[in-house]
């Protein structure tokens, strides 16, 4: 038995009847088809940052993806073309695509994770999602017993979400091909806090390396960043997007970000505070971040269901006070909210 708190970033879960760890994608197959053909229930596990598991655990097969490597072609005017293990710190990735002088991914620095759990939630952060510089996702589907290639086009990508998460577990993927910019120059600036954080305007531009510096610096202020010796899963719900209607009905303060299909973006944490959630908030071993509202923490060896039951405070709250219905951003194992 393997204690699956141990990998994850909420430090809590309970014990995974096997666990397999697949350092070579041979491996993450091998492993994958021994667990489908015994019938066996099966988790593929990344880097833990985005999943909370019950406390009861997982009594079947998990998988954690180690697989590393990456092969890349960066042309001095076209850009730069990389393919990426699943295995692959996503930190690291982004801090290596800097050092060889591409842009693009600038803004989703310090996202914990790895490179395979990106497409699946569609990652993003200040303005930009991890979608817009996929060129292909590889996996191996379940179904078919076979590898798989999907195209951008293909994924589905939405607001963290794509094709990979609406299909449950069928595809395991097993790297990606990222399609990036070449410049010293980051995409342009879309976040208020970011830009008043580089002393630029919205719209404009900075270079990349500060681009970086700037989003480390924001996630570590929040929270957000692996190595702060603060337990969470990030962003615990994802921002709620409502038909203008509703948006309309919220006071006037209230962010909101325009769609292109009409719809209008909120802001979480915005809903938690006005409802009445306060940083600090707690239930048995669980609390709200002391630094940011939107992060729900394992502050004093919380259990799994600790933080379920502080998950469903916060949803309870903001639906008695605007009526919406906050979801989680991150998977949910053996638990409902």
């Given at each position: 038995m393997s204690l699956l708190a141990n990998f994850t970033t909420l430090r809590v879960g309970g014990e995974a009847r096997t666990l397999i760890h697949a350092t070579t994608e041979e491996e993450l197959i091998a492993a994958v088809e021994a667990a489908d053909a015994a019938g066996d229930p099966l988790l593929v596990l990344g880097g833990g940052s985005n999943i909370l598991i019950s406390d009861s655990g997982f009594d079947g097969?998990?998988?954690k993806v180690e697989t590393i490597g990456n092969s890349y072609e960066i042309d001095a005017c076209s850009g730069g073309t990389l393919q990426v293990s699943a295995g692959v710190s996503w930190d690291e990735f982004v801090l290596f695509t800097i050092d060889k002088g591409l842009a693009n991914l600038e803004s989703l620095s310090g996202i914990p994770g790895t490179v395979g759990g990106a497409p699946i939630q569609n990652i993003g952060a200040y303005g930009?999602?991890?979608s817009e510089v996929i060129a292909r996702v590889r996996t191996y589907d379940r179904e078919a017993k076979s590898i798989k290639t999907f195209t951008a086009a293909e994924c589905n990508f939405s607001y963290r979400n794509s094709l990979f998460k609406e299909s449950g577990d069928r595809y395991v993927i097993l790297d990606v091909t990222f399609q990036l910019r070449r410049g010293e120059e980051s995409l342009a600036i879309a976040y208020p806090e970011l830009a008043q954080e580089l002393n630029v305007r919205?719209?404009?531009?900075?270079?990349?390396?500060?681009?970086?510096?700037?989003?480390?610096?924001?996630?570590?202020?929040?929270g957000m960043l692996e190595g702060l010796d603060?337990?969470?899963?990030?962003?615990f719900f994802t921002n709620p997007i409502v038909s203008a209607a509703i948006a309309e009905q919220l006071p006037?303060?209230?962010?909101?970000?325009?769609?292109?299909?009409?719809?209008?973006?909120l802001?979480?944490?915005w809903l938690m505070e006005r409802s009445g959630v306060s940083k600090g908030d707690?239930?048995?071993g669980a609390a709200i971040s002391p630094l940011h509202v939107l992060a729900l923490t394992n502050a004093n060896d919380?259990?799994?269901?600790?933080?379920?039951?502080?998950a469903r405070i916060v949803k309870a709250k903001v639906k008695s006070a605007f009526g919406i219905t906050l979801e989680p951003e991150l998977r949910l194992v053996g638990v409902l909210l």
């Open positions: 097969t998990v998988i930009h999602d991890v919205i719209g404009n531009r900075a270079p990349i390396g500060a681009v970086r510096e700037a989003v480390l610096k924001l996630r570590a202020k929040k603060i337990h969470s899963a990030g962003s006037i303060d209230a962010p909101q970000w325009p769609q292109e299909d009409g719809q209008i973006k802001s979480a944490a707690s239930f048995g919380a259990s799994a269901a600790d933080v379920v039951e502080l």
